[in-house]
């Protein structure tokens, strides 16, 4: 680029010279021929003046100044030629020298023996001019008489004198502005040219040396083992010989808690542990079969004691006879991989025991719905016939003691069985229909130890309290929350009887957490099997040949209604404990 401005910009001066030159060379050549012409025209006026003796014509001084101002008053501007005939400063007999400049160009030509005519570029009043001098030489002796009969008072002239000069003054400020156009226009297309050509081969160049040093790069990358790692990228680098025995590690194999030293001589299997024997059996069939493996994982213990997962990547290699030589690849750590594997799958099971949770609730109220509406069509089908056959069953009794006759147990038996399906019927709606609450504080342990009293226990039941919520007040609807604690109780009773338990105890305790109530009631039965416990609280769920499936699943309601829970534990031979906690905060917010 610098080589190209400066050749640019020599061309351009050049041509700009060259221009200048040829245009001073070829303006002075003609200006002088036209003042040559003027000097001849008028030096032979003079010699024809004399041959004809007229002293009435115009002397040669004034006839060359009054022509020359003719010649320039014909001209339109100041912009075109101006002619002058000048003479020596101090003796000039019409016109004066226009300026210093002019006036020492004609003097100088005094002082010559044969003086030439001089041409050069000048600033005229803040115009750029060439101007022509040429010499007026006295080279007529009637030439010199005329002047110096014009002024006898100067000095006076001789033949051979300089008496002054002809002058052409030529403006060339638009040439010079055109020709130095020209030449900056011609210097910046040579400069773009060649520098676009040096452009060209210096990106030639640049290409060729890249090629060169690629070609290099790869020649230095030959080597099979920097080839082998490029393939298999990953955290540090291995090589195993023709015995599987660990030749070389890179630095990196620190963070997987061994030093390379440490690996040098030993076999896989010698430093690794967390493989089970199928996995190995499989490492081991791509040994012996020399086939590249991928992602081997494998485990080793961290310096801080943490187990750290490993994934290992190999390639065999064969010299140029095709002879096993060992392995190289690559290892990393992924014991992050491994977390985030273990977290996702632990995600995807909770949101699968949601997804479980979410259907078998759907499956709840599919339940629950499809209860609503046969529990209103069987509470508006069969109440209706179970009050008919108990006034028939109450006709029947008044007709049998009057007539004496012995009917008390078969007719007992139908209003037995006629309260049961009532009681079943009623079971249904207090499910089905999910009533209000009717909330009032409740000081839990009276109330509690009042429900209990009025419970009818079967003969060798023992029944033990044991109350730890003394002036503890809970806001509960005591109807709603009666049925709980009535029907657990039947439960247990139930499952004691009807199991023979040789021990039949139910306890019955409560006490005080941090923000709730807890109801406990313990029985020493048979127990639930694991299989039937997480089906307790299903709808219509039941071991019982006559139960409706609604006694728990209606407890549940009722505690959840009250923005409680309830949980059941059991063991197979030693008996069941329900507890239900019920939160304080209601009973506060009703206090306030």
Same mark, same amino acid.
């Given at each position: ?185 011609? #210097? ?125 990547? #190999? ?209 020493? #039965? ?67």
């Amino acid at each position: 680029m610098v080589f190209s401005a400066a050749l640019a910009a020599g061309i351009g001066y050049g041509v700009y010279r060259f221009s200048l030159n040829a245009f001073t060379a070829s303006k002075s050549e003609e200006k002088v021929t036209a003042l040559e012409l003027v000097d001849a025209f008028v030096t032979n006026y003079s010699e024809v003046r004399t041959a004809f003796g007229s002293a009435d014509a115009p002397v040669p001084a004034t006839f060359r100044a009054h022509s020359i101002e003719r010649f320039n008053a014909a001209r339109k501007s100041d912009d075109t030629l101006r002619l002058r005939w000048v003479g020596r400063v101090g003796r000039e007999i019409a016109t004066p020298p226009a300026d210093a400049e002019m006036a020492a160009t004609v003097e100088s030509f005094a002082g010559q023996p044969a003086p030439k005519p001089v041409s050069a570029f000048l600033d005229v009043g803040g115009q750029l001019i060439f101007r022509t001098v040429y010499p007026s030489i006295a080279s007529q002796q009637s030439c010199v008489d005329c002047h110096n009969s014009i002024a006898p008072e100067k000095p006076r002239w001789q033949l051979n004198d300089v008496m002054g000069a002809f002058s052409i003054d030529v403006p060339v400020a638009s040439f010079v502005h055109r020709t130095m156009a020209y030449s900056v226009g011609l #210097g910046i297309s040579v400069f773009l040219a060649l520098a676009a050509i040096g452009a060209t081969l210096a990106l030639q160049h640049f290409r060729q040396v890249a090629q060169r040093e690629a070609v290099e790069a790869l020649l230095r990358e030959s080597e099979a083992r920097f080839r082998d790692f490029a393939e298999t990228a990953s955290d540090w680098f291995w090589e195993q010989d023709e015995n599987l025995r660990f030749t070389y590690l890179s630095d990196p194999v620190e963070q997987s808690g061994l030093s390379p030293a440490k690996h040098l001589g030993k076999r896989r299997q010698d430093v690794v542990q967390g493989v089970s024997e199928e996995q190995w059996r499989l490492h081991q069939a791509d040994l012996d079969a020399r086939r590249p493996f991928q992602n081997f994982r494998i485990q080793r213990q961290g310096h801080d004691g943490s187990v750290r997962h490993i994934s290992v990547s #190999g390639t065999p290699v064969f010299d140029d006879q095709r002879r096993f030589r060992g392995y190289r690849g690559t290892a990393r750590d992924v014991t992050a991989e491994v977390a985030n594997e273990l977290e996702l799958a632990r995600r995807v099971e909770e949101r699968t025991s949601e997804l479980r949770t979410a259907q078998d609730e759907l499956l709840r109220s599919e339940r629950l719905s499809v209860l609503g509406q046969l529990t209103a069509t069987v509470a508006h089908e069969l109440r209706n016939p179970l009050s008919a056959i108990r006034n028939s069953v109450y006709a029947l009794k008044e007709l049998v003691v009057a007539k004496g006759l012995a009917l008390d147990r078969p007719l007992g038996r139908i209003e037995r069985s006629i309260s049961r399906c009532d009681r079943i019927v009623g079971d249904l709606l207090d499910y089905a229909r999910s009533r209000q609450l009717q909330r009032v504080p409740v000081a839990l342990d009276q109330w509690l130890g009042e429900v209990l009293d009025d419970q009818k226990l079967p003969e060798g039941i023992g029944l033990a309290h044991d109350f730890a919520a003394a002036g503890i007040v809970v806001a509960v609807d005591p109807e709603r929350l009666r049925r709980v604690v009535v029907n657990l109780v039947e439960n247990a009773v139930q499952a004691m009887v009807e199991a023979g338990s040789p021990r039949r105890e139910l306890e019955v305790s409560t006490r005080r957490l941090v923000e709730e109530i807890e109801i406990a009631i313990s029985d020493s #039965g048979p127990g639930i099997p694991p299989e039937v416990l997480p089906k307790i609280f299903e709808p219509l769920f039941s071991t019982k040949s006559f139960g409706t499936g609604l006694g728990l699943p209606t407890v549940k309601q009722i505690v959840e209604q009250h923005g409680g829970r309830i949980e059941v534990t059991s063991t197979l031979g030693s008996g069941t404990r329900v507890t239900v906690s019920l939160p304080l905060r209601q009973a506060q917010e009703m206090a306030a």
